[in-house]
């Protein structure tokens, strides 16, 4: 019986009597039976989702209902930044985020005192990015993806002044994560009203463990999915009090933060398992964003505004501020 291969070779032009300008097309059809005669033909790669990023920050203080205020929203496909701050350097707030892809820093700072009208101030900033990759392996069956997200930062939250709450702060932030079926993440608070004076902190951290579900198609590729959010809030208001109508004024004073240089990132991929037993092998088919989420993200850089935030917060947290008025 002749084979099937050998008819559809009878089918082509005969190259040898070809002209020279007809040669390009005979070759290309001889190509494009080898492939469509050949029993392995290798599998395209998957296409990968458009990758995101948004940060947002806002930030206000002043006495009163005087309020100066800042804030804006930025979005993009690699990575977006923004920070702002409004007051005094003194009596205000200051706001930074950052989502680099597999990893997102956000920093919130407020602080403030007076000796004669109540003063506050608020900060909030939002990070998020979104990215794709995807692994090759045994085709048709389920796995067990095996990674981590590090969480890193501390709340503080400093008063002093007018014992009575009017004179208070607070710090908090929430971190959620989620890599195919997997969804995770931390949060935490911590509030501060004063009572001649206090300081309170809290540091909060840790590596979430990813165990995720994903399964391989029938050409073998899984394609995952990557988002991170970190939200962060600090906020402080003061008030002055006098102990009796002759005495001095004291003044109320704050400071609070929700200090994450690092805030979150993945860890890498660990392993892969098929029923238990890690695949000895692999094919990573790089993110959309260009990211290796086989290693660890920690290394995407922090914006100088972040930096420059967190030295600023250890000058004034470190000094507990107290101010003396006449009336």
Request: one cysteine or more; a negative charge; proline letters at 3%.
């Amino acid at each position: 019986m002749t084979d099937e291969r050998e008819i559809n070779m009878h089918r082509l032009p005969n190259c040898k009597t070809i002209v020279k300008s007809q040669v390009n097309g005979c070759l290309a059809a001889a190509l494009l039976l080898v492939l469509v005669s050949s029993p392995a033909v290798l599998e395209a790669a998957p296409i990968l989702g458009t990758p995101q990023s948004s940060v947002s920050a806002q930030a206000s203080a002043g006495n009163l209902g005087a309020m100066d205020s800042c804030g804006d929203t930025v979005s993009g496909t690699s990575s977006a930044s923004y920070g702002c701050s409004a007051g005094s350097a003194s009596n205000g707030a200051s706001v930074a985020a950052t989502a680099g892809l597999g990893a997102v820093h956000a920093s919130v700072f407020s602080l403030g005192g007076t000796s004669t009208d109540t003063f506050g101030s608020s900060g909030q900033a939002n990070a998020y990015a979104l990215d794709y990759f995807g692994v090759h392996g045994p085709a048709n069956t389920s796995a067990v993806l095996h990674g981590g997200f590090v969480i890193s930062g501390a709340l503080f939250a400093n008063v002093s002044g007018a014992a009575n709450p009017a004179t208070a702060a607070l710090a908090s932030y929430s971190v959620q994560a989620s890599l195919a079926s997997f969804n995770g993440g931390l949060d935490g608070n911590i509030f501060n009203a004063t009572n001649g004076l206090s300081s309170a902190s809290n540091s909060n951290g840790g590596t979430v463990p990813v165990d995720a579900s994903i399964s391989f198609g029938p050409d073998g590729w899984a394609v995952i999915s990557i988002s991170i959010l970190a939200q962060l809030h600090a906020e402080g208001g003061a008030r002055a009090f006098q102990e009796c109508s002759s005495c001095a004024t004291i003044a109320g004073e704050y400071s609070s933060a929700a200090s994450f240089g690092s805030t979150i990132y993945w860890s890498g991929i660990s392993s892969i398992t098929v029923g238990g037993t890690p695949l000895s092998t692999y094919d990573y088919l790089a993110s959309a964003s260009g990211v290796d989420y086989r290693m660890s993200t920690a290394a995407v850089p922090e914006p100088a505004s972040i930096v420059l935030l967190g030295i600023g917060l250890v000058a004034v947290l470190g000094i507990a501020r107290r101010r003396h008025a006449s009336t």
